[in-house]
């Protein structure tokens, strides 16, 4: 396992805690796949990285969908025969069924059963639920709340809005030396879930952050969108875009303490699959990779037939895998500082792999180069069988042929990718590596 | 595993006993690869299903092969020195060495022995023996009836006759939508012996009556032919046909209640070989899958390399791996009903899966069609992490390309067959999803 | 496990003696990468087999890298305080530093030292040390012999020459039906090290004069060469002869009695790479395969990226994986004479199945010949389910296409090289399969 240096790891701690308080300021706000919780959400990341926010109006055709009409809520609560709040929207954003047409009534609790929704084997949880398709209404209470309710009358309100208006979403471009692009995409559209939905706005900002701030030689798309309507609508508008996209990731739970789980883009093969499961294996003692399956986030729509872009998805627990998925478990004590800062670390050693991820021509093709005055080498012979670090010279060069990449180098040689990157640096600075012309490029299909 | 409905199981089992009561039938009939008995066994066939009886004349030459004169016997004993018959053909057509040529002498015990034929480790048991292409006579009989035989002189008789006539084979033809064939493949040239030969002829048969009784799009050729030189005779005679057979099964050995074995056609990853494996590993709790090996019956002949054809072969326990192999063990009560039904259920259950077996084209490739709005989804979102059949659709959605045939699909989703065809017909039906031209569809290679 | 008969099994005892015997003769010269020593081992293989011997000039370019200066050493000693020589070049040619540069002079123990080596894990072992590229000089001596030293003046004498001269090699073409070659290399520049170049020039020398005494189908070049400079020296002075090579080894490290270890070429499916597994597999009951790596012995140079050579290495126990490897202990004892034996038997047999591994055409491809009338079958059928070595005939029958050499067949048939040949034989010799045209052989490529 390479080792992270003592002053980058305090480093890690300090960003880890950032992205909690980033979290923690987001988690109130009463977010949906439209509305002001979502634009007030865009404009608090937009304070720390130059974000555009885009709004996409309602009734605009995306595919064969529609964006919906614009749902606002300010208040929600059910009050009993005494006038007590027994359900109260302002306790937390989850109270109310997402999407909720607005009601103002007198009902029995007979009449209201139907509209109520709770987890009896989580008795103390609040489940989410939404409706955006149907219009509907109702309330998430835990199962205790939900049991103490007597019967008699009940006022129930929601003070809620659904008029045209728009979908908002953010959008980061930052350009590299290529108009190859790196997608990343998270979705932010629920309202007071930590885990699912904010770990994921955290990180996608923090490693934009750390991308700004250097030379790179992919272009990187930065989305943060509500779930499914969200990347409909950004791919319907930006047709002429998709080509660039060469590698995506979405992101999405990875703040719980729980193991690395890569899901393999449609193509299953593609450059980023190969790289994500090569640094998950050599930088974690325990990670799994899995394949594609046309459910789950974003990525559902990123490798729908048409596109079938090499987009796969970086969690920890995958979503509806944690017993606290879609209640209020998945609060701020779910989420974990060092898991945030663990995450973004690992989104960063893969950004830096694909960066690194070349071919290049070995300009002594025939034999070996002699290697001992470049410095290169041991000058003594006979005196070990161990060839240490040359032997990730000797790979770099053997398959430097155009036809390998650095990490099809390091899968054949089963050597980590660093190795092989530092010893092609080395050979580069000694004049024994050019660049392949991109057009030689393995496509990395085993 | 997929369950069988109840009326279905129960009209399974009366077509089992029907199965077997057609094997009683059959059972005493002395056959061989040419003669009448085997016409007589063809004609018995014909009662059931328009069965054509062709008749290939000796001497005509086929590829290497000559058709040999026919063989008929009437009768055929051994006499002891007291005048009882010691060996009589009358007891059972296994007695006679098949294709003994005529003999009327009389001689002893010493000149005798090498024409008799036991198995000291299965002493009551009768072997089956054949000398088609050399010139031979000689009885079969059980060791013990062999070691009762004393010194002395006995009378020989085989009152038979190889003569100038025909070789005749039953075929088939159900003619589907397309010209494309599936072939089925029996030999029907063992006398007395009820697995091996029997077993295969009346699953072949009530195959057939089930296939004439629906509308299909493949075509049929149902083959009853005596093994090898029968199957050579079929393909000499019609090679401007041999094109049109698609896929193709032997079918043998299934009327023991062992488990499924399929043999792999020459190709190993034909649809055929795909189709049969997806099929029992789905609905059976125990099966085998073989590779290919040029030695069995007659897809030796259809996978010849000029001929390469996708025939596999499905049996339950394999020719030569069950004791009775062979012997006059394998007999009415070696073969069960049960098994018999079993067997025939899992021919139709492949013959449907090679007829649902086609490829589509997503109508709304660009993201996920909105499934909502045309009754095919939840309507609430956040209660479940399981799709259920969903997922089906979705996978048919995402591969829908024109380049994965259903199976395709169902082998990626980890799904029965049978799952994916119902996804794909719902979503035909809500327009989501058009036939693939049929140059479009996948060559099933993986 | 193909058995070897007693009257080969005695000839192969009589040549394993004779091998170590050579090995014996070969043991005491000062052999280096240039030079007498090396001169003098390749005249007495000149004496066994028609070897040219061919001078490469010092300062000729060979790709990245110069012929050296020859270096020739005559006597080298360290005398203590009282005149006693405490380390003794006359007594082996390991006690000198490879290569040292000549030095005449008087030191104190200090000032010796760094120029000391030994190894402390095995204190009576005298090290193997090296310094081709280095100007350097030094001794080589037990630890033992070391920590006997005691402080004072010691006078020091290298009596070396290195001086332009020329760099020597050894080569023996045998010419075959086809000009394209196998190759077989051994290097030839250790000093007293037995199993480490003596074992390979010893086994390489008995399968030339093998092969000398028979027909060949291919020619074979035998490389009697000093380690990496010497296979680099050949490449750049033949590159018009390089694309005759077809199959290739590096022979070293035959002598010791660990199993058989075969490393497979740069392109990891070459056909060399599958006979070697094949020939090592059925007839030995220990062997281990190993994949490429650019680290080893002059299959770097020849599996370099520009040649790419089909060259893959068979030893026993790899170079540096025991621990008598470059030390004293690698000496006339731990070379046995029954390993020269078999490895050479090893090689015979590798060469033959090359040799043997052709494609045919099954000149009856349509259903199966008639085999019987040939006299290449059983004539009386039901007796067994065992097919015995006609399976072998009908495999080749079967994959007769054109597109499989009989290495493909054995491999698919699971059936030892040997069984499918003994089958393609007697079908050619009754006429059923004719020679495939060389174009259509298999690339051999899974």
Redesign the interface.
């Known amino acids: 396992m390479p080792t992270i240096p003592q002053h980058e790891e305090q480093e890690l701690g300090l960003v880890g805690e950032a992205m909690h308080r980033f979290v923690t300021e987001l988690y109130p706000i009463c977010r949906s796949i439209t509305g002001n919780g979502l634009r007030k959400t865009l404009r608090l990341i937009q304070k720390e990285i130059p974000l555009t926010i885009h709004e996409v109006p309602s009734g605009t055709p995306?595919?064969?969908?529609t964006i919906p009409n614009e749902w606002n809520i300010r208040d929600a609560y059910i009050k009993d025969g005494k006038g007590r709040k027994v359900v109260d929207f302002q306790q937390t954003s989850l109270h109310v069924l997402?999407y909720s047409v607005p009601v103002h009534t007198r009902m029995s609790m007979e009449e209201l059963t139907p509209h109520l929704?709770s987890l009896p084997d989580h008795p103390e949880w609040i489940?989410?639920?939404?409706?955006?398709?149907?219009p509907?209404w109702g309330f998430c209470l835990s199962h205790k709340q939900l049991q103490e309710l007597e019967p008699g009358e009940y006022e129930v309100v929601v003070d809620s809005t659904l008029e045209p208006g728009s979908l908002s979403y953010g959008e980061l471009y930052i350009e590299g030396e290529s108009q190859d692009e790196i997608l990343v995409s998270c979705h932010s559209c629920h309202p007071s879930l930590c885990n699912d939905n904010l770990s994921g706005i955290a990180v996608s900002m923090y490693l934009a952050k750390h991308l700004l701030s250097m030379k790179r030689r992919y272009s990187y798309r930065f989305l943060f969108i509500p779930g499914?309507i969200g990347?409909?609508a950004w791919?319907?508008g930006h047709e002429p875009l998709i080509p660039r996209i060469k590698h995506g990731l979405v992101v999405a739970c990875v703040g719980d303490p729980g193991r690395f789980t890569y899901k393999k883009s449609?193509r299953g093969n593609a450059e980023i699959d190969r790289v994500v499961e090569h640094v998950l294996k050599h930088t974690t003692e325990k990670c799994e990779i899995r394949e594609f399956?046309?459910?789950g986030y974003d990525e559902?729509?990123y490798?729908?037939?048409?596109?079938?872009l090499a987009v796969g998805s970086l969690t920890r627990t995958p979503?509806?895998?944690f017993p606290e998925?879609?209640t209020s478990a998945d609060n701020l004590d779910f989420v974990k500082k060092d898991s945030l800062g663990e995450s973004l670390q690992m989104y960063k050693t893969i950004c830096d792999t694909l960066e690194a991820n070349r071919s290049y021509l070995?300009q002594?093709?025939?034999?070996?180069?002699?290697l001992?005055?470049r410095g290169l080498y041991r000058?003594?012979?006979?005196?070990?069988?161990?060839?240490l670090n040359?032997?990730a010279m000797?790979?770099v060069?053997?398959?430097?042929?155009g036809k390998h990449s650095l990490m099809d180098i390091a899968e054949r040689a089963g050597l980590y990718f660093g190795v092989v990157e530092a010893a092609a640096k080395a050979l580069r600075s000694a004049g024994l590596l050019s660049h392949a012309p991109e057009q030689q490029r393995s496509n990395l299909v085993h």
């Not at 060069?397 to 042929?401: A, G």
């Open positions: 995306v595919f064969d969908w997402n929704f489940p989410y639920r939404t409706s955006y398709y149907k509907s499914a990347s409909i791919l319907a449609r399956l046309p459910y559902r729509q490798c729908s037939p048409a596109f079938d979503h509806g895998e998925y879609h070995n002594n093709p025939k034999c070996e180069p002699q001992g005055k000058t003594m012979g006979g005196d070990s069988a161990q060839p040359e032997l000797l790979w060069l053997n398959l430097s042929d």
